[in-house]
């Protein structure tokens, strides 16, 4: 075994170098034999040249194949794979195989092609990730600009009430008067507590910070119950309420205080809005394997346009301004997205009409 590896380490023909060394050699060496072969032939001396100089060439000719297949077409292939790699395409390896440098080369150079092509997916993805990181980056300051914006713009308006209605206490006498402007003062100061309460709960879901505790509950006696502790005790009625809900209980598996607060924002916004003597009504329906709950006011329609931003931080339809500070939509979005619920907005006839969907359990 020793000796035929020495022998094949010595004589073999698995490198380049050995391969052009023994070509040389033997193409030498024929040349010398082919002129000693014609030399004796009984032909005359041109003629015998002629035949040792068609010999010599066809000599020539074989080495010139030999070398091309073992030097240039390796040569031309490792070149276009190496060019393809180059252009940073890797969908064909390089194919040639052999024993020699030019088959090291060629696995080097796919290995190559291998490590470059899985670092560039690497840093695609690492890429992907960072601008996805600079965009959110961007949203957050875009918001956060908004948020103080909106949020100075808001707070003037009580700000400056406080500030009127303290004055006035400073300078009244009257008794009467006095309560009234402490009770106007204290109004505004809840009104912005709510306010401040309002954002600081819309930080914590943007931030991830809100946990759930969702629990089993019927969700048609939950609706129902909800929508007349807001609307069966006011002391006047403006609109027309109608329900229509199952005549049977079905159960949903959610957050039932969270649950609360998109009923009680989503009815008090239909409340809101309501034309005077218009109908409010509030609907659950069976909808394959959801409830569909949805609150209708009959009154002005939203624009096509303004649906999809009525469920933003201070957003108001159409500018109009209302005592509430245009926080419960984007509160009640928020925590049907932290559900995973569905919901939206659409114009019905003669007004809109909100939605969501709760999933039934079994």
């Known amino acids: 075994m020793k000796f035929r590896n020495w022998c094949r380490d010595n004589f073999g023909m698995h ?12 193409a030498g060496g024929a040349i010398v034999l082919f002129y000693l072969f014609t030399s004796v032939l009984p032909v005359g001396q041109d003629a015998a040249f002629l035949i040792w100089f068609l010999l010599m060439l066809g000599v020539i000719l074989l080495v010139d194949y030999l070398l091309g297949r073992f030097i240039t ?30 088959g090291m080369l060629s696995q080097n150079l796919n290995t190559m092609a291998d490590n470059l092509e899985n670092a560039l997916s690497r840093l695609e993805a690492v890429n992907g990730r960072l601008e996805t990181e600079v965009e959110r980056e961007k949203r957050r300051v875009a918001e956060r600009k908004e948020l103080a914006d909106n949020l100075s713009h808001e707070m003037k308006t009580p700000l400056g009430v406080i500030r009127a209605y303290a004055e006035g206490l400073q300078d009244t006498g009257e008794e009467e008067k006095r309560k009234q402007y402490a009770q106007v003062i204290i109004g505004e100061t809840e009104r912005m507590n709510r306010m401040i309460t309002s954002l600081l709960e819309l930080s914590a879901m943007d931030a991830g910070a809100v946990q759930l ?11 129902e119950t909800e ?3 807001l609307l069966m005790d006011l002391p006047w009625k403006e609109f027309e309420l109608e329900y229509r809900l199952p005549a049977m209980e079905y159960q949903v598996c959610a957050d039932k205080g969270k649950m609360e607060q998109v009923l009680d924002n989503l009815i008090g916004n239909a409340r809101k809005y309501v034309s005077p003597g218009g109908i409010l009504r509030i609907t659950l329906e069976k909808e394959e394997g959801f409830l569909r709950f949805g609150v209708y006011n009959e009154g002005d329609c939203i624009r096509e346009e303004d649906l999809p931003r009525v469920w933003d931080k201070f957003y108001r ?13 984007a509160i009640a979005a928020g925590i049907l997205e932290l559900h995973g619920w569905k919901y939206g907005v659409r114009n019905r006839e003669k007004g809109v009409e909100f939605y969501f969907f709760a999933p039934i359990e079994d």
């Open 213 to 223: 505790a969702p629990v089993l509950f019927g969700f048609v006696e939950f609706t």
């Open 15 to 26: 490198t380049i170098r050995k391969r052009v060394f023994f070509l040389s050699k033997l």
């Open 73 to 102: 077409r390796p040569v031309d292939e490792l070149n276009e794979a190496a060019g393809r790699m180059a252009g940073l395409d890797f969908s064909r390896p390089c194919e040639l195989k052999s024993t020699d440098e030019f």
């Open 227 to 229: 929508a007349g502790r």
């Open 317 to 329: 339809v159409g500018g109009r301004s209302t005592e509430g500070a245009g926080l419960g939509l």
